[in-house]
């Protein structure tokens, strides 16, 4: 069993900057695949990024604007998110993912608005 609290979310200006924290409680945390999604207003979730064993990949719409990281001795990931557009705006999920268990946080709100 794995429980995830994300945290970090804000409302933020365009052009601002954010980083998302997700602290997993639970074993073999360096063993999972670590992922953000998010979920806009009357949208569907979406994969924004992903991690493990050091491979990290970006959903098109945020590659060069957000970086995804690790620390598998705090049990944390991270969403480091620049040059923040309206369209980043929605509620984040932290995942965590190792066949056959997948597990969701209560997910954090970000708002890009001026």
């Known amino acids: 069993q794995v429980h995830l609290v994300e945290s970090g979310g804000a409302l933020v200006q365009p052009g601002g900057s954010l980083r998302l924290s997700c602290a997993a409680s639970g074993s073999a945390f360096s063993s999972y695949f670590m992922g953000w999604y998010r979920q806009a207003p009357g949208k569907q979730r979406e994969f924004v990024a992903g991690i493990r064993n050091g491979a990290k990949n970006y959903a098109d719409s945020v590659k060069g604007r957000f970086t995804v990281s690790r620390d598998n001795t705090k049990n944390t990931v991270y969403l480091d998110m620049i040059s923040l557009k309206p369209e980043d705006t929605g509620v984040y999920y932290c995942?965590?993912?190792?066949?056959?268990?997948?597990?969701w946080g209560q997910g954090t709100q970000v708002t890009v608005s001026s």
């Open positions: 995942n965590a993912a190792r066949y056959p268990n997948e597990y």
